[in-house]
T-cell receptor
Framework: GENVEQHPSTLSVQEGDSAVIKCTYS??????FPWYKQELGKRPQLIID???NVGEKKDQRIAVTLNKTAKHFSLHITETQPEDSAVYFC????????????WGAGTKLIIKP | DGGITQSPKYLFRKEGQNVTLSCEQN?????MYWYRQDPGQGLRLIYS??????QKGDIAEGYSVSREKKESFPLTVTSAQKNPTAFYLC???????????FGQGTRLTVV
């Protein structure tokens, strides 16, 4: 079946440095790619998303890039801060499931002071 | 105050008992979902529902759902579920393939 792979599973960066998380997907018809942030014990919340007709989207320190040819998309966080520490999940819509979301396994981002 | 609400936050049950987790939304969303989250793992779909269509996820065995009202999507964990202890998240979206909003989750522990 279709799947989404997310790497790395854990990422530790120095405060102020940049963090990049990458996801690859298998369904070439996927058209929606959200990123969610989940703090410990809390609900996942959408931080940024992108549609397949766009290559890049930015929102302050957060950006997402999409490479449809290679079927991968990435989350970029610049000038990381302690409050960025969380688990980040990517997802992709799957055509064969009426465009329901298939989720990556998550990346635990640790910001070192 | 619009949103999606799950209850209870923590739930303890004895092995062999059925248990129902509540999920309510007042966002007028057509699609609702139940996910299971285990430590160090992503979100695994149990069931989704939109209009009259229920879709089973890969881990639906031992779970059942109903959607008698648009606002409500309860999940029943039956004794047939071999390893029910987990964090359960309910979500909703206006339709499939767009942003999903999550409830705060229910942590179920079966002893």
């Amino acid at each position: 079946g279709e799947n989404v792979e997310q790497h790395p599973s854990t990422l530790s960066v120095q405060e102020g440095d940049s963090a990049v998380i990458k996801c690859t997907y298998s369904d070439s018809a996927s058209n929606y790619f959200p990123w969610y942030k989940q703090e410990l014990g809390k609900r996942p919340q959408l931080i940024i998303d992108i549609r397949s007709n766009v290559g890049e989207k930015k929102d302050q320190r957060i950006a997402v890039t999409l490479n449809k040819t290679a079927k991968h998309f990435s989350l970029h966080i610049t000038e990381t801060q302690p409050e960025d520490s969380a688990v980040y999940f990517c997802a992709a819509s799957i055509r064969d499931s009426n465009y329901q979301l298939i989720w990556g396994a998550g990346t635990k981002l640790i910001i070192k002071p | 105050d619009g949103g999606i609400t799950q209850s209870p936050k923590y739930l303890f049950r004895k092995e062999g008992q059925n248990v129902t987790l509540s999920c309510e939304q007042n966002l007028n969303h057509d699609a609702m979902y139940w996910y299971r989250q285990d430590p160090g793992q992503g979100l695994r779909l149990i069931y989704s529902q939109i209009v009259n269509d229920f879709q089973k996820g890969d881990i639906a065995e031992g779970y059942s759902v109903s959607r008698e009202k648009k606002e409500s999507f309860p999940l029943t964990v039956t004794s047939a579920q071999k390893n029910p202890t987990a964090f359960y998240l309910c979500a909703s979206s206006m339709y499939l393939g767009i942003e999903a909003f999550f409830g705060q989750g229910t942590r179920l522990t079966v002893v």
